[in-house]
């Protein structure tokens, strides 16, 4: 079965620096795709940004961008210029076909 | 578009009550899905439909659970009869098929005492 983790239970950024959030999966399987979630305290669910395995470049979505390293099924997110609104719990998902299965997230804290 | 509608936000139930959650997914997607969040097991699918019918329901933890989708429009997730270990968020979201990421609703928090 796929599994995906994320081993950093909580991180911290000064607002306007960089941070880097990692995820790692597990796969047999060659297509597919991976997905970065915001869940800020009002529980809302946000997707921030996704990747399709089948492409080498990684996605970009304005500040926030991914690292996708498939032979090292490694998906990791880089969040630049820290904003304030940024803090909040970062999930990482794993889609194929219609299975997506969620890392037990991130905790990402902005100091002012 | 209002995005997945999911109703209530809360509920406070007793044990052994029923309890009906509520989801109105996206209009034109096929898919929908519900999840449990809890802090021990995070996010766990429970069930999900394609063009309303039920696909996989592995996730659904035991016969106490139950979920239905009459229409494109709207799907219900019963839990009969309550227990507290069914305390959690539950999430509704909904998809088109292939790449594309899930939207979710907003959750409801239930709390069975």
């Known amino acids: 079965a796929q599994t995906v983790t994320q081993s950093q239970p909580e991180m911290s950024v000064q607002e306007a620096e960089t941070v880097t959030l990692s995820c790692t999966y597990d796969t047999s399987e060659s297509d597919y795709y991976l997905f970065w979630y915001k869940q800020p305290p009002s529980r809302q669910m946000i997707l921030v940004i996704r990747q399709e395995a089948y492409k080498q470049q990684n996605a970009t979505e304005n500040r926030f961008s991914v690292n996708f390293q498939k032979a090292a099924k490694s998906f990791s997110l880089k969040i630049s210029d820290s904003q304030l609104g940024d803090a909040a719990m970062y999930f990482c998902?794993?889609?194929?076909?219609?299975?997506?299965?969620f890392g037990a997230g991130t905790r990402l804290t902005v100091k002012p | 578009d209002a995005g997945v509608i999911q109703s209530p936000r809360h509920e406070v139930t007793e044990m052994g009550q029923e309890v009906t959650l509520r989801c109105k997914p996206i209009?034109?997607?096929?898919?929908l899905f519900w999840y449990r969040q809890t802090m021990m097991r995070g996010l766990e699918l429970l069930i999900y439909f394609n063009n309303n019918v039920p696909i996989d329901d592995s996730g659904m933890p035991e016969d106490r659970f139950s979920a239905k989708m009459p229409n494109a429009s709207f799907s219900t997730l019963k839990i009969q009869p309550s227990e507290p270990r069914d305390s959690a968020v539950y999430f509704c979201a909904s998809s088109y098929g292939g790449p594309y990421g899930y939207t979710f609703g907003s959750g409801t928090r239930l709390t069975v005492v």
């Open positions: 209009s034109g997607h096929d898919y």
């Open positions: 998902a794993y889609r194929r076909n219609n299975d997506m299965r």
